[in-house]
């Protein structure tokens, strides 16, 4: 269903290049109003923007445009690899409530904070234009802080 | 041997075309192995990885450790084959470190080694009575149910066993315990093993217990599978209550851990659920909290079998590190049983030649750079020796820990090499070397695309009986598949 959605927002965008030389611009307004803009902050503080399509989760968005965020169950809410740190609480709250499985995956979420998502379970919809997405820089926490620990007792 | 031969010359032929790259040796084809393979040949522009496994199968604990009934966990191994499918990656399964190669003749072939075999045994409890039939260690009955070909004749007795008895209440105890107690109808249609499913269809089984030393605010599962076993279909769940009072230690320890927490109110709100639907073949799951294994009680009728577990009861003190650890109380009582699963840890193999903390259960290293003794307060790093999951930081964790457990050891060898500590200059013969070595020792390697040979059988024969796949169980039909 996503991945229609998806299929079909490159379709649209194909086309539009060929023809926004004919001077097409209501059929870009209509273009954009199917996109939000998306700030991914990665690892290393770089930002990256991006468009994406109303109805495509970051994870796919992510991927798309070579951002590097894991996907290790590719969205099938098996891991918590896709984990994104939402930056403005506005927006976290925005979003609608972690199911009881999203929850369990970000309970095992290397760096989890307050405004932590599955990037899978984000789903670009217009109130989210704008929104700021880190990817948590998980490596320093790796042998540093309390993570580790708390991994420990699990397997 | 023909297609060995020829796979071998465009190997040769292949890796001509770049002068003297980074030759890397990965051993273990698990998550750890996988990883870290990613890692490397993105971090290393021309390395030449290779991997190798023991089996002619690869990922690791992805195949033989992951429940059957959890499918999306395994989703994974996509990435993974992408990874093998790198024109300057390989895998050669069926090659063992130790018989068909040694670490030193490895190290003399590669550049950098890096160990990722993970944890091949267990811990023991070391109490009386350990050795009894009916006893096994978990890893034993996951390996088995899930197809390791080491284990196909492991027949656990499960038609003389009314109950059983798991230590431990991780992870690994409840998926024990859920593929014990899930009806098998919900199994068939997994890719768990035909001989396995068989067994648990004529089970007698109808009481687990799952034993833990410590109490319900310390439980070492995840929500995740705690939710599954809670939800099993005509399952009794018994938790004593008073079992879930808490001390102000433990309101802090909650206080501090969501997972803890959550796992926390699951138990309680299990605990104070009335069971409406009493069925007649209804099965039943203890939870027995605050008990300690102290030895195992002997049948009468079979000799050498176990027939229980004396239990010691504790209670919880803080250490010094401000953790609460179970001591005894010198109150016992028994549990009667026909079958005991011991889940209460991994343990690594050490590697021959090289240093092994046995408390940890690891190959000493700093960031995953393998260290030879301490002496002092200077560790001396082993030039070009690398580990990396399990065997760096102990058994534990989820598949996804070893991204960042691989991504650590990946950034220590790329600093080693900045540093001048490799010699990458120096001209070593990799892959090729390898396969003439083994060649030389009648050792045939299994390649990728015969390991694809081996999934596209087992898909099949899954295929015709309604499961994602069927495992080919045994070394025989692994080795007919794909040289066949």
């Not at chain 1, 495509?56 to 809410?77: F, K, Q, T, Y």
């Not at chain 1, 820089?137 to 790796?142: L, V």
């Not at chain 2, 590669?110 to 009916?134: K, W």
């Amino acid at each position: 269903m996503e991945n229609n959605l998806f299929h079909a927002s490159i379709m649209q965008k194909n086309c539009l290049y060929s023809t926004t030389s004919s001077n097409d611009a209501s059929g870009e307004e209509a273009e954009q109003k199917q996109k939000i803009s998306v700030t991914f902050v990665d690892k290393d503080g770089e930002e990256k923007h991006i468009k994406v399509p109303i109805g495509m989760s970051m994870l796919e968005a992510a991927h798309e445009n070579d951002i590097e965020l894991e996907g290790a169950c590719e969205g099938s809410l098996a891991c918590s690899t896709c984990h994104v740190i939402v930056m403005n609480m506005e927006y976290y709250n925005k979003l609608e409530d972690p199911s009881d499985e999203e929850n369990d995956m970000l309970d095992l979420a290397f760096g989890l904070t307050e405004t932590s998502r599955l990037g899978c379970q984000v789903i670009a919809k217009p109130e989210l234009e704008g929104i700021r997405l880190a990817i948590p820089a998980a490596t320093r926490n790796f042998a540093v802080d309390g993570c580790y620990r708390q991994e420990e007792a699990r397997i | 041997m023909a297609i060995y031969g020829s796979v071998r010359r465009f190997w040769r032929s292949f890796s001509t075309f770049s002068s003297d790259p980074l030759r890397v040796c990965i051993v273990g084809s698990g998550p750890a192995g996988f990883y870290t393979a990613e890692k490397v040949l993105k971090a290393q522009e021309g390395a030449q990885v290779d991997i190798v496994d023991r089996l002619p199968t690869p990922f690791g604990l992805v195949r033989s450790g992951v429940a059957p009934d959890h499918p999306e966990t395994k989703i994974v191994v996509n990435q993974f084959t992408r990874v093998a499918q790198n024109g300057r990656c390989s895998f050669l399964g069926n090659v063992n470190l130790g018989s068909a190669v040694s670490l030193p003749e490895l190290r003399e072939l590669y550049h950098v080694v890096v160990l990722a075999y993970g944890a091949e045994s267990d811990r023991t409890l070391g109490i009386p009575g350990e050795d009894f039939y009916g006893i096994h260690s978990a890893r034993e009955f996951v390996w088995w149910y899930n197809g390791h070909p080491d284990y196909r004749n492991f027949n656990p007795d499960l038609t003389n066993t009314h109950t059983a008895v798991i230590l431990g209440q991780g992870n690994v105890a409840l998926d024990v315990a859920r593929i014990l107690l899930r009806p098998t109808n919900e199994l068939a249609t997994t890719d768990i093993a035909e001989h396995a499913l068989a067994a648990l269809r004529s089970s007698s089984i109808r009481k687990v217990y799952l034993i833990g030393r410590r109490g319900p605010a310390q439980a070492a599962c995840t929500a995740k599978e705690l939710r599954e076993i809670l939800g099993i279909k005509d399952l009794q769940i018994h938790i004593q209550e008073s079992d879930l009072l808490k001390s102000p230690a433990d309101e802090e320890e909650l206080k501090n851990s969501r997972i803890q927490r959550r796992v926390y109110d699951l138990l309680s709100k299990a605990a104070s659920a009335k069971d409406l639907h009493s069925k007649l073949d209804h099965r039943e799951l203890h939870f027995t909290f605050f008990r300690k294994p102290d030895r195992f009680l002997e049948s009468d009728d079979r000799s050498e079998h176990v027939s229980g577990v004396h239990l010691e009861k504790t209670r919880l003190i803080g250490d010094e590190s401000g953790r609460q650890v179970a001591v005894g109380t010198e109150e016992f009582e028994d549990v009667k049983c026909e079958m005991v699963l011991k889940s209460i840890g991994y343990k690594s193999i050490p590697a021959k030649g090289l240093p092994f903390d046995h408390q940890r259960g690891i190959i000493p290293n700093i960031r995953g750079r393998v260290v030879s003794e301490t002496s002092g307060d200077s560790a001396l790093p082993e030039q070009g020796l690398y580990v990396c999951g399990w065997l760096k930081r102990g058994p534990t964790g989820i598949i996804g820990t070893n991204l960042y457990c691989a991504e650590e050891t990946v950034s220590s060898i790329s600093e080693d090499l900045q540093k001048g500590l490799l010699q990458p200059t120096t001209r070593k013969s990799g892959r090729d070397g390898l396969l003439q070595l083994l060649d030389d020792r009648n050792v045939r390697v299994v390649s990728f695309r015969e390991w694809e040979k081996i999934d596209s059988e087992e898909r099949r024969l899954g295929s015709l009986r309604n499961k994602p796949r069927e495992k080919l169980a045994s070394w025989d039909e692994l080795q007919r598949a794909c040289w066949g």
